[in-house]
């Protein structure tokens, strides 16, 4: 089994978009939205950290475009040639400052957005002139002389050189604005557009666009925006814009001109990952990487099915102590002195028969009454249990104190849904899957992820993503207290049978100005997928929001130990949220309400980490 480690984890340890351009042909997959990223017009493409804007861009430059193809196919084939500006928060933030005027800065980070294009035009000519050495090199004079160029360049070499020391010159400037010698700034897009219309003169293009993809667009400031706004909304063919950025990364659609806006249709194709098919894209993604090892000669299942075993619910309860609750109930029927009902209960299996004690604990009757109704009333049963068995599995952890495993999170479906549109996560799911699989004792020739294993992995990526998230919001801090403070509320709704079954979802009550405050932060965990935010379907009261409902991503359920699957929505009012800053504990129990909180010892191991935090400290 040792041996099959590297060979297997190499498949789906690659979970982030930086891969060598070899590996595009072999494992990029087209995501279901791909045709309308590469419609001939401009786009926004819009979705959480690890969704695949990235890998998704990327995939249109020049080089990896011409990696995907076919072997038999060549590079005239292609109906686009795409370059690739990724946007650096440290290097465009540095673009502000009391030295100089904002027009200035202005300027300056124009002219620096066509620098940085203008560098990648050059890598695509020259990769043009090897692929299409048949036709004459374009004339670039006028664009090194719009780009500010004393002694112009006459060719892609000698632009590509002038264009890296004016990039140098222009970032010390900005960075000791007082002391260095400014540098002539290009107008807004003109040396970009000239240097696209150059390339369809020279017949590079033919009828193919140039797309420019713009990545990261979030780490703009509002301004920044504005200015490429403009190139967004004004450009021409054979130009057009292709825009990534997080949800709610566009912070202003205004341009240059205050008066104007960019507007979808009109001006641009919006597209939202969260919309596209993300089950089979998944799915297609890790059966490629499957078929990739068992290629290299890793002995695994052909079906990702097969790949990830899943459990039964009956199984899962016998594996979760359904048989100590079981025990109870049929002592209890014993005492109705009722022949045929004990010996009806004796032929009910303990993983099924356990569900009499978790419907009596939720107040709807006497385990021996329940018992002859279900006798009685088999039909009723079936469907109570079809639409309750899920949330009783969570009850059966009550009373378990130092039990390790009390839920599992395992099957195609489950992690498809953990990873709720993220592909990085569920490639995660996979990589840590792979290593607790290999890491425990197996006999098995043929690699099949267990449960236990998938379960372990979900928790582990779960906790990861918890610890990184105040490094990553602008509220980090507030944004973990949120995720500890629900997470914790959540696991104690699950295992409360008087409470409405999977509950994991909720909407905002209480004072508008702090309701205000609180969508704050509650957006910026969006953004950065702590959270996740679907439009309300309807009002419970008049006191609610009535345009947003929120849950905690997915991926933290198996870390909580709550249903990852959406059903019911619970209300917290905004002053107990807030109130998490300085008294988590009284925070916790104003959300949990009526529900009573278990001790600690009965909680996950997991969530005693965090007992200061739950007991008013930090965390």
């Not at 891969?19 to 791909?34: A, H």
């Not at 200061?612 to 965390?619: K, R």
Request: charged share 25%; proline share 5%; net charge negative.
């Amino acid at each position: 089994m040792d041996n099959e480690q590297p060979k297997l984890a190499q498949f789906f340890s690659d979970f982030r978009a930086e891969w060598p351009q070899d590996l595009f042909r072999q494992r990029f997959i087209r995501p279901p939205y791909f045709s309308r990223l590469i419609e001939p017009r401009p786009s926004i493409l819009e979705g959480g950290r690890g969704t695949g804007k990235t890998t998704a861009l990327k995939s249109l430059r020049f080089d990896s475009a011409a990696a995907q193809l076919n072997t038999n196919e060549g590079v005239t084939s292609l109906d686009y040639f795409g370059v690739y500006v990724k946007i650096n928060k440290n290097r465009v933030r540095a673009f502000q400052g009391p030295d100089l005027s904002q027009e200035t800065w202005d300027q300056a980070f124009s002219h620096y957005f066509n620098l940085l294009t203008c560098h990648e035009l050059c890598l695509l000519t020259q990769w043009l002139q090897l692929h299409f050495s048949e036709i004459p090199s374009p004339t670039l004079k006028h664009i090194g002389a719009a780009l500010g160029q004393d002694d112009v360049s006459r060719n892609a070499d000698e632009l590509l050189d002038r264009i890296n020391d004016q990039i140098i010159s222009l970032e010390l400037f900005i960075n000791n604005p007082a002391q260095a010698t400014r540098p002539i700034f290009s107008i807004k897009e003109t040396p970009i557009e000239q240097f696209a219309i150059a390339l369809k003169k020279a017949g590079f293009l033919g009828h193919r666009l140039i797309y420019c993809c713009v990545d990261e667009y979030e780490n703009l400031t509002p301004t920044q925006q504005s200015i490429l706004n403009t190139y967004l909304k004004n450009c021409q063919p054979p130009l057009a814009y292709k825009i990534g950025l997080r949800r709610n990364g566009l912070k202003t659609r205004f341009t240059i001109d205050r008066d104007d806006q960019i507007n979808t249709p009109d001006d641009y194709l919006e597209i939202d990952i969260a919309e596209a098919d993300f089950p089979n894209f998944a799915r297609e993604v890790v059966s490629l990487r499957l078929t990739l090892a068992r290629q290299s000669g890793t002995n695994v299942p052909e079906s990702l099915d097969d790949f990830l075993a899943d459990i039964s619910m009956p199984e899962e309860a016998r594996r979760l102590g359904a048989s100590r609750i079981a025990t109870k109930v049929r002592q209890s029927i014993l005492g109705a002195d009722d022949r045929d009902l004990i010996e009806w209960a004796d032929a009910i299996p303990d993983e099924v028969i356990y569900f009499l004690g978790y419907w009596s604990a939720g107040g709807h009757g006497d385990v021996i009454e329940l018992a002859r109704d279900w006798m009685e009333n088999p039909t009723t049963w079936n469907t109570r249990i079809g639409n309750y068995g899920q949330a009783s599995l969570f009850w059966l952890s009550r009373g378990r104190k130092g039990a390790r495993l009390r839920k599992f999170y395992c099957g195609t479906h489950t992690l498809i849904a953990l990873a709720s549109g993220n592909i990085r996560y569920f490639l995660e799911l996979f990589d840590e899957s792979i290593r607790e699989q290999l890491s425990s004792a197996s006999d098995s020739n043929c690699i099949i992820l267990s449960p236990e294993a998938q379960t372990a992995a979900a928790k582990a990526v779960g906790r990861r993503r918890l610890g990184q998230i105040e490094s990553l919001t602008q509220h980090g801090i507030d944004v973990k207290r949120m995720i500890l403070a629900i997470g914790k509320v959540f696991f104690e709704f699950a295992r409360d049978p008087n409470k409405a079954p999977e509950t994991n979802a909720f909407v905002l009550t209480g004072d508008a100005t702090k309701r205000a405050e609180i969508e704050d932060v509650l957006n910026d965990g969006v953004a950065h997928l702590a959270f996740e935010m679907t439009a309300r379907t309807k009002a419970t009261s008049h006191t609610e929001m009535r345009d947003a409902e929120y849950r905690l991503h997915p991926i933290y359920a198996p870390f909580f130990e709550y249903s990852h699957r959406r059903k019911r929505r619970a209300t917290f009012d905004a002053a107990d949220l807030l109130l998490l800053r300085s008294n988590p504990k009284r925070a916790i129990a104003n959300l949990l309400g009526d529900t009573h909180a278990g001790s600690e010892d009965d909680a996950p191991e997991q969530l005693r980490m965090f007992a200061p935090f739950y007991e008013g400290g930090d965390e």
